[in-house]
C-alpha cells in the first residue's frame, strides 16, 4: 500500500565547503527518496542551507561583503553539490528565505502569546566559534571544548522557551514510542540526558551583538537564536501552517541527521513543535560520523574529504555505494581512500561487474541475445534466493538500515555467481541436447538481472539504468516489477561488459596526511611477542570491551578457520566472523559468556559482516577465548 513520505536532511551551515560528511547524510536521504518512490510512495523530499548566525556575519565582514552576498555564493554551492551528486530533492530551503523567516515569526509569536516564552537574565560561557553558551560541565580547561579557545563571560537579557516543563511528558513520550529516535544507542543516550532536569532554552539574541539572523516578531531589539531559526525548516518549507502541502507531508515527517546534532532535534525540537500544537515528528534517524585516520574530519587539519572529489575520480555510484556500505546506519566510520577502492574492485566491479557482464555475454553467445521461453519452475533456488533477498533489504530500508539492504543484495549477488560456476553454461552449450537445460539457466540469469535493474536503482542509480537498457527495458520500475520472473522470454539482451571496471590503487583524490593502513579482515589474531609500543590509557580507553552472550554459532560454509558467532550484547545482538573454528565446535560456544571488542570497524569476511570480535589468546596453536570468571550480564564493560 502506498504511503505518503516527508523526508528531511539538516540544513547545513554555509561557512564550510560541501564534503564527505555532508554529501554521506544527502546520499543517505535521496537513496531512502528513491527507494520509497520506487514502492509507489509519494514522496516530498527537502535539503537546504541554514544562513543565519555570527560566523557568516564574520566571514562575511572579513571577505567584505555583505553577509546576503556570502550566503546567496555558498549556498548556490551547496545546491550545485548535490545537482552533480544526482540528488532527488524535491525543494531547497535557505533560512534568509522571507517563506521561512515569516513561519519562524508565526510560531514566535504564537508561542509569546501563549505564556511560553518569557523574558530573562542569562550569564554563561559563551563560544563565539560555536555560538553557543557551555555549562561548567562542558568547559575542558577554562576553554571551548571544540574549539580549544578561552570562552567570553556573558551576561545579558534574553527570551527563554519554557522548554524545562516538558521535560516529563517528553520522557513519557519517547517511552511511548520506542521508534522515535532509533537507533536505539541514540534513544538511550537522550533518555540518559534527560535524567538531569531540563533548562529553559534562550531563544533569542541581541541585535547589538548580532544583526544576521531573524527578527524577534514581538522585539526588534532581539533575533532569533539560530537552532530555533534552523529546526523550524522543517515546517516552514512546506508551506502555511493551514496549506494542503503542510496538512499533506507534516504527518509523516522522516528526519535524518548526523549524531552531532541529536540534542537539538531530539530535545528542543520535540518540545518546540508541542508548545506550538504541531504534531511531533514520526521518527529521528541518526547516523555515525566519517572520521580520518582515526581522528576528526576537520577543516583546520586540512584533512577534509570533499564531497565532489571523490566522485570525480571514481564515479558517483561508486561513492554513493561505498558511503552507504562501508557506514553501518548508527555507528561511526572510517574513511580511506584504500578501504574505498578495496570495495569498488571487490563488491562493484567483482562481484556485481563481472556477474553484469558474464550474464549478458551468454545470454548473446549462447541464447541468441534474447530471454529463451523456458519453462523454470519459480521455485527455483536462485527464485528462493531473490525473494529473501527483497524481503530483506526491505525490511533493512524500514530502518534506514542502508548497509543491511546493500548486503541482503549482494549475499544474492554471491548465489547468481556460484549458480554459474556450478551450471557451467559454457559446457552445456557445448552439447545441443542440453538446450533445455541451457535455455533454463540463461532465463534464470536474466531474471536474476532484470531484479537487480530495479532493486538497484535507488543506490546506484547509473548502473542501474545501464542494466535496464541492456535488458531493453525503458520507463520508470516500480518495486513490484521487481518480482522473480517478470522479464518476458524474447526480450533483447545486450552485452554489458564494463559496469564498474577494476581501479588498480588509490589516487590520491583525497588528503594523504591522514590516510589510515587498511588492516581489514584479520579476526582473533594470535598474540604479537617481543616489543610492542606502549599504549596511554586514553589509547586504551578508545576500545568498547563488553561481555556478549552467544546465543548461536555456525560454521562459515568453505572456511576452515571462521565460524559465524551471535551474540548478545545487552541491548543488542551482533554478528561476529572469528578464525576459531579450528579449536571450537560451534555447539560448544553456545551459552558462553566471551569478551568483545565492540566498537571495532564491522569487516565482511567470506561475504558475512562482522560487528565486532572475539578476544582469545593464543600459544603454539592452542587458542582460548577469554571468558569472565564470573557470571556477568551481557553488556557489561571490560574496563
Ligand atoms: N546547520 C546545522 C543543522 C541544522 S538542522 C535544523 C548543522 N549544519 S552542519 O553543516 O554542521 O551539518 C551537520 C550535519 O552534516 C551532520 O548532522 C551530518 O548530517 C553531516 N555531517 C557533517 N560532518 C559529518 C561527518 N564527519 N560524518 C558524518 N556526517 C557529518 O549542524
Redesign the pocket.
Known amino acids: 500500500m502506498s504511503r505518503v513520505v516527508y523526508l528531511t ?5 554555509i561557512n ?1 565547503a560541501p ?4 554529501a ?2 544527502t546520499i543517505f536521504a535521496d537513496a531512502m527518496a528513491r527507494w520509497r518512490r520506487l514502492a509507489g510512495d509519494d514522496v516530498f523530499f527537502l535539503t537546504g542551507t ?1 544562513e543565519h548566525g555570527d560566523k557568516i556575519a564574520q566571514a562575511a565582514a572579513k571577505a567584505g561583503v555583505t553577509p546576503r552576498a556570502l550566503a546567496d555564493a555558498n549556498s548556490a554551492a551547496f545546491r550545485e553539490a548535490w545537482r552533480q551528486l544526482g540528488i532527488t530533492n524535491d525543494d531547497f530551503i535557505r533560512t534568509t528565505e522571507p517563506r521561512h523567516a515569516a513561519v519562524v515569526q508565526q510560531i514566535l509569536q504564537t508561542l509569546y502569546d501563549a505564556g511560553e516564552i518569557y523574558l530573562g537574565t542569562y550569564g554563561g560561557h559563551y563560544c563565539y566559534g560555536c555560538e553557543r553558551f557551555y555549562t561548567e560541565k562542558e568547559i575542558v580547561e577554562g576553554a571551548c571544548p571544540d574549539h580549544r579557545t578561552p570562552l567570553a563571560w556573558i551576561e545579558e537579557q534574553n527570551y527563554f522557551f519554557r522548554m524545562s516543563k516538558y521535560q516529563e511528558w517528553l520522557v513519557g513520550l519517547i517511552h511511548e514510542r520506542p521508534d522515535l529516535i532509533r537507533p536505539e544507542r541514540y534513544r538511550n543516550e537522550i533518555l540518559g540526558f534527560l535524567r538531569d532536569p531540563l533548562h529553559d532554552l534562550s531563544i533569542s539574541r541581541p541585535r547589538t551583538r548580532l544583526e544576521w539572523g531573524i527578527p524577534l516578531p514581538f522585539d526588534d531589539r532581539y533575533v532569533t537564536y539560530v ?1 530555533f531559526d ?2 523550524i ?2 515546517v516552514s518549507a512546506l508551506g502555511p501552517l493551514d496549506g494542503a502541502r503542510h496538512r499533506k507531508y507534516w504527518p509523516h515527517v522522516e528526519h535524518l ?5 541529536l540534542k ?2 531530539a530535545v528542543y525540537w520535540p518540545c518546540m513543535l508541542k508548545a506550538a500544537g504541531l504534531e511531533v515528528f514520526q521518527r529521528l534517524n541518526v ?5 580520518l585516520g582515526g581522528g ?2 576537520s577543516k583546520s587539519v586540512g584533512n577534509v574529504v570533499e564531497a565532489l572529489a571523490l566522485k570525480d575520480t571514481y564515479g558517483n555510484d561508486a561513492f554513493r555505494y561505498f558511503v552507504m556500505r562501508e557506514m553501518v546506519f548508527g555507528l561511526d566510520a572510517d574513511f580511506s581512500e584504500e578501504a574505498f577502492v578495496g570495495r569498488l574492485n571487490a563488491d562493484l566491479a567483482n562481484d556485481l561487474g563481472n556477474l553484469v557482464s558474464r550474464a549478458t555475454t551468454m545470454i548473446v553467445n549462447f541464447g541468441g541475445g534474447r530471454v529463451p521461453a523456458a519453462g523454470v519452475s519459480a521455485g527455483s533456488a536462485t527464485a528462493d534466493a531473490w525473494r529473501k533477498a527483497l524481503a530483506d533489504a526491505t525490511a533493512a530500508m524500514e530502518e534506514f538500515a542502508f548497509h543491511r539492504a546493500l548486503a541482503a543484495v549482494w549475499e544474492f549477488l554471491g548465489v547468481v555467481n556460484r549458480y554459474i560456476d556450478t551450471t557451467a553454461p559454457w559446457q552445456l552449450a557445448k552439447s545441443p541436447e542440453r538446450r533445455s537445460e541451457l535455455d533454463a539457466v540463461l532465463f534464470t540469469l536474466a531474471q536474476a538481472l532484470h531484479g537487480l535493474g530495479i532493486v538497484l536503482a535507488p543506490f546506484l542509480p547509473e548502473a542501474a539504468s545501464k542494466l535496464r537498457a541492456a535488458l531493453g527495458q525503458a520507463g520508470v520500475p516500480t518495486l513490484a516489477d521487481a518480482a522473480w520472473g517478470r522479464l518476458a522470454p524474447g526480450t533483447t539482451v545486450a552485452k554489458l561488459p564494463a559496469l564498474f571496471p577494476r581501479v588498480e590503487r588509490a589516487t590520491g583524490a583525497t588528503p594523504s596526511s591522514n590516510r589510515p593502513p587498511t588492516a581489514r579482515g584479520e579476526h582473533a589474531s594470535p598474540a604479537t611477542t617481543g616489543q610492542t609500543p606502549l599504549v596511554t590509557m586514553a589509547d586504551f580507553g578508545k576500545l568498547d570491551l563488553r561481555v556478549a552472550k552467544v546465543i548461536a554459532a555456525e560454521r562459515v560454509p568453505k572456511s576452515k578457520r571462521l565460524l559465524k558467532v551471535r551474540v548478545a550484547l545487552g541491548t543488542e545482538e551482533r554478528t561476529l566472523v572469528a578464525g576459531i573454528a579450528e579449536h571450537y565446535a560451534p555447539e560448544a560456544l553456545v551459552g558462553r559468556s566471551v569478551v568483545i571488542v565492540a566498537n571495532l570497524e564491522p569487516a565482511t569476511l567470506m561475504g558475512i559482516e562482522s560487528q565486532g570480535m572475539i578476544l582469545a589468546g593464543s600459544v603454539e596453536g592452542t587458542l582460548a577465548v577469554l571468558t569472565p570468571e564470573r557470571d556477568l550480564p551481557p553488556g557489561a564493560k571490560v574496563t
Open positions: 536532511t539538516p540544513i547545513y551551515y564550510a564534503h564527505l560528511g555532508h554521506c547524510t541554514d537552532w534552523a529546526l525548516n522543517y541527521i548526523g549524531k552531532d546534532i537539538p532535534h547516523h555515525g560520523y566519517w572520521g576528526k574530519m
